[in-house]
């Protein structure tokens, strides 16, 4: 991971106010391959060459004169609410972590700076600049190809209730009708059956799924004359991947040449590519806790994946497996809250020190519940409940059998399959038959036994996993 930023050049501002931790911090910035880092000692000063300076990454502490850190970053986000910020701090209480969080905090570092620590957060903070470089890159190309798609292309939007809301000019010059005539009215209002039997009842049927349909339709134009168009319709979604739209893309063929195919695989690229960066973002917040406890991200990644494979096997829709895919990274949030001498102690924990750490199933409920958003509120659920037992002796609640909601009971399982087959600061991986005997004899006690039953059945589809984010 040496000279992380050797392949292009970042502008980094860090502020620190204590010279000494200053001079430690730059030297760790030389030794991981950065070079153009500009220093403040104090929020105002960082405030001050902000507003004169593109910087890419933020790193700063929180507690300074003049201006603290979280002044400043408030500061920043009303400048740039996409600023990619590290904040170095203490994390006292769990407050100072929430308003972290509501301030978009992107990665924390704790006092004492570790060097393995920074090496690691500086590492996945340049990542993330580069994703979103290449991000901000598709979209310019993607307003690129818009133009040139309207300019040449038949352009048309329906609404979810199948309405034309939008058809551009090349729309109306191949149908001869006028924008007047065709917006507002049902899409299939072409719909010829002579011509192009069902075609436009199995577009429907096809998208509404959230299928693409691709193909050639013959239609006639207001003055009756056939036209053909080679036509690809398809849903648009959100962020939490519901259909808000749907868009038909052609070209009338009886005259021009088909040329769309390379503009349509550039919006699909463009379109994922915004998909894949939110859920980066999930799976970021999700390591959040493992980092503090001094695991990898591949353990959120392993249990997202196992807990989606699990809920398939027992009968989840895609949509409901996707979304617990999706909150599963999250089920030790919580553990930002817990002391580190408890978090990382390398023994077995005391009694006294269990009830500790227990209570981190309650803080990462606690942090999230109040969201409006789907995959938060799944989150909470998920660290609430993933400590629960099939035999009501699990914590925090004692929750017995299907009391414990689904996720958590599924969570339950693949959290405690990928621990124990993991390093931990107080024990070694396990072997994988002492681990199935583990399960094994906890189902019906610790586990769902129906859930158990599924995931011994199918092991190696686990195993598949395990091996693909080692």
């Not at 307003?143 to 292309?153: I, N, P, R, V």
């Not at 379109?271 to 990898?296: F, H, N």
């Not at 660290?383 to 059998?401: F, I, Q, T």
Request: hydrophobic content about 40%; some cysteine; overall charge negative.
């Amino acid at each position: 991971m040496n000279n992380i930023c050797a392949v292009l050049p970042h502008k980094i501002l860090y502020v620190e106010d204590e010279p000494s931790i200053q001079a430690f911090v730059k030297i760790l910035f030389k030794k991981n391959g950065v070079d153009h880092v500009d220093t403040a000692y104090n929020g105002k000063e960082a405030l001050e060459l902000y507003k004169l300076n593109h910087y890419d990454l933020i790193v700063t502490d929180m507690i300074m004169p003049v201006m603290d850190g979280f002044e400043l970053i408030n500061k920043i986000k009303e400048i740039d609410p996409f600023q990619i910020i590290v904040m170095i701090t203490g994390l006292s209480n769990i407050e100072d972590f929430k308003r972290a969080i509501e301030l978009r905090v992107n990665f924390f570092i704790e006092k004492p700076i570790n060097p393995k620590k920074f090496q690691h957060v500086l590492a996945d903070s340049l990542k993330l600049i580069q994703e979103r470089k290449e991000l901000a890159l598709s979209s310019t190309l993607l307003e690129q190809y818009k133009h040139a798609m309207d300019e040449s292309t038949i352009l048309g939007i329906v609404d979810t209730k199948g309405i034309i809301t939008y058809v551009n000019k090349e729309f109306c010059e191949a149908s001869q009708y006028s924008l007047s005539e065709i917006v507002g009215q049902s899409f299939d209002i072409f719909s010829d059956d002579e011509l192009s039997p069902n075609v436009y009842s199995n577009i429907w049927n096809t998208v509404t799924t959230k299928k693409r349909w691709k193909g050639i339709i013959k239609n006639r134009s207001k003055d009756g004359v056939v036209y053909v168009a080679d036509a690809l319709v398809g849903p648009l979604f959100d962020a939490h991947n519901n259909i808000i739209e749907y868009i038909f893309t052609g070209h009338d063929v009886t005259e021009l040449e088909l040329y769309k195919t390379d503009l349509q695989e550039q919006l699909s690229i463009a379109m994922q590519d915004v998909v894949d960066t939110q859920k980066e973002i999930i799976y970021t917040m999700g390591a959040i806790g493992e980092t503090r406890s001094k695991e990898t991200g591949s353990h959120v990644k392993r249990v997202a994946e196992y807990s989606y494979t699990l809920g398939i096997l027992y009968g989840l829709d895609e949509d409901e497996a996707e979304l617990l895919k999706l909150a599963s990274p999250m089920h030790d949030i919580g553990k930002v809250g817990i002391p580190d001498n408890v978090l990382n102690k390398p023994a077995r924990l005391n009694p006294e020190e269990f009830e500790i750490m227990k209570t981190h199933a309650t803080l990462g409920y606690e942090m999230l519940k109040g969201s409006s958003k789907e995959i938060l509120q799944a989150s909470a659920v998920v660290a609430w409940e993933h400590h629960e037992r099939w035999d009501g002796n699990g914590y925090p609640r004692g929750l017995k059998e299907d009391e414990t909601h689904i996720y958590g009971r599924i969570t339950s399982i693949c959290d405690v399959f990928d621990a124990l087959g993991s390093d931990r600061v107080y024990k070694k991986a396990w072997e994988l038959d002492k681990i199935l005997e583990l399960l094994k004899n906890g189902k019906g006690t610790q586990f769902d036994p129906n859930l158990i039953k599924l995931f011994l059945d199918n092991l190696d589809k686990f195993l598949k996993i395990r091996d693909e984010f080692p």
